[in-house]
Nanobody
Framework: VQLQASGGGLVQTGDSLRLSCTDS????????VGWFRQAPGKEREFVAG?????????IYADSVEGRFTISRDIGKSVVYLQMDSLKPEDTGVYYC?????????????????WGQGTQVTVSS
């Protein structure tokens, strides 16, 4: 599994962005995928996750619930993070990661493969 996050940029408060996480080997190995972010001086935190089975169950951090939507295109081996109503506190480097199992989890220790991040900056 080789993951690459893309789609970041500089936007204003209230704008939208869509991040993409691609698996260059086009497998994702039937695993759940998560998005995390890391702001300067802070720990990496969970943002959203999507499972592999059972209709691809999704989970979100409370801070993004209702504003962000995670989805996956299994045929293209791509996972998306649609981010709407962006706020300055959403600023950070966003990473995607593949979990060791098929169930989405908020626990970053359960993610074994991490891609390079993409910078998201939201100005006020």
């Amino acid at each position: 599994v080789q993951l690459q996050a893309s789609g970041g940029g500089l936007v204003q408060t209230g704008d939208s962005l869509r991040l993409s996480c691609t698996d260059s080997r086009r497998t994702f190995s039937n695993n759940a995928v998560g998005w995390f972010r890391q702001a300067p001086g802070k720990e990496r935190e969970f943002v959203a996750g999507i499972g592999w089975r059972g209709g691809s169950t999704t989970i979100y951090a409370d801070s993004v619930e209702g504003r962000f939507t995670i989805s996956r295109d299994i045929g293209k081996s791509v996972v998306y993070l649609q981010m709407d109503s962006l706020k300055p506190e959403d600023t950070g480097v966003y990473y995607c990661a593949s979990a060791r199992g098929s169930v989405a989890t908020r626990d970053k220790t359960r993610y074994g493969y991490w891609g390079q991040g993409t910078q998201v900056t939201v100005s006020s």
